[in-house]
């Protein structure tokens, strides 16, 4: 069954460090998605891709946060310099198109911790 | 502001009974209501998705209702098990090209033998 991938799964670092987190989506999904949670809330969309386009990235932390989706299939999320705040799991999902009736499919997240 | 609260925030339950979580949401206009399955350390696995027009939807052990006029949701577990152990997710997807997910922020379940 296709899955989405994510690397790593685990990632520690020091505040003021960069980090990046690699998604994959499931083949032939058109939309991407990257999600942060912080422990005992609900995810919340940090940027959405369609193809190689941002679609909406209203509630990413441009000044320290970036991502890419160059060639309209992986995606890179990267982070600097981090924060302490920034302990986080960060999802990514993905779906075949946008709308409302198209279901995401989560990967299994990277879980940063910023020290 | 479109929103999804749920109900309990935690809950433990002794394996083999039932338990039911609460969604309300102020989510306008309304396309779908998805429950998502989360173990620890995971991504979310959806279990159930209603549109408008469906009141009740069943996956195994686990049936989600709609009420779509007072804008509520539950999560029905039958006969819990060990691996329900993990946290239940209410999502609600606005109408629109882009699909937006509000998410609730999770009903944490544990099961004890």
């Known amino acids: 069954e296709a899955e989405v991938a994510q690397s790593p799964r685990y990632k520690i670092t020091e505040k003021s460090q960069a980090v990046a987190f690699w998604c994959d989506p499931i083949?032939?999904?058109?939309?991407l998605y990257w999600y942060r949670q912080i422990l005992g809330q609900g995810p919340e969309l940090l940027v959405q891709f369609q193809d190689e386009s941002v679609v909406d990235d209203s509630q990413l932390p441009k000044d320290r946060f970036s991502a890419e989706r160059l060639k309209g299939v992986d995606s890179t999320l990267k982070i600097q310099p981090a924060e302490l705040g920034d302990s986080a799991m960060y999802l990514c999902?993905?779906?075949?198109?946008?709308?409302?009736?198209?279901?995401?499919?989560f990967g299994p997240g990277t879980r940063l911790t910023v020290l | 502001k479109n929103q999804v609260e749920q109900s309990p925030q935690s809950l433990i339950i002794l394996e083999g009974k039932n338990c039911t979580l609460q969604?309300?949401?102020?989510?306008?206009?309304?396309?779908?209501l998805r429950w998502y399955k989360q173990d620890t350390g995971r991504g979310p696995v959806s279990l159930t998705i209603?549109?408008?027009?469906?009141n009740t939807k069943s996956n195994g052990r686990y049936t989600a209702t709609l009420d779509a006029d007072t804008k509520q949701s539950s999560l029905h577990i039958t006969a819990s098990q060990l691996s329900d152990s993990a946290s239940y997710i209410c999502?609600?997807?606005?109408?629109?090209?882009?699909?937006?997910?509000?998410f609730g922020q999770g009903t944490t379940l544990q099961v004890k033998p």
């Open positions: 209603m549109t408008f027009s469906e």
């Open positions: 999902a993905s779906s075949a198109t946008s709308g409302s009736s198209n279901e995401q499919f």
């Open positions: 999502v609600v997807t606005s109408r629109g090209n882009t699909g937006k997910l509000i």
């Open positions: 083949s032939g999904h058109a939309t």
């Open positions: 969604c309300n949401y102020t989510v306008s206009p309304f396309s779908n």
